[in-house]
């Protein structure tokens, strides 16, 4: 599911319990669910990725 839908059911079910979401805490609620997708995707990237292998460089003649 999209972050920006994500957002959007967040807002619905504040405004179904009786709260408000002003313009300012949808923008917020929008913008924290987004970042939190980009971390896992680096997240889920950085797991994926090969283990780094040092090599010791060649001496210089």
Do not use: C, H
Not at 30 to 59: C, G
Request: glycine letters at 4%; charged letters at 35%; zero cysteines.
């Amino acid at each position: 599911m999209k972050p920006e839908y994500l957002a959007e059911i967040v807002a619905a079910s504040i405004r179904v319990d009786g709260g408000t979401v002003s313009p300012f805490d949808a923008r917020e609620l929008k913008r924290m669910i987004v970042s939190r997708a980009v971390n896992r995707e680096r997240f889920i990237q950085k797991i994926r990725s090969p283990t780094f292998e040092w090599k010791k460089p060649l001496p210089k003649r």
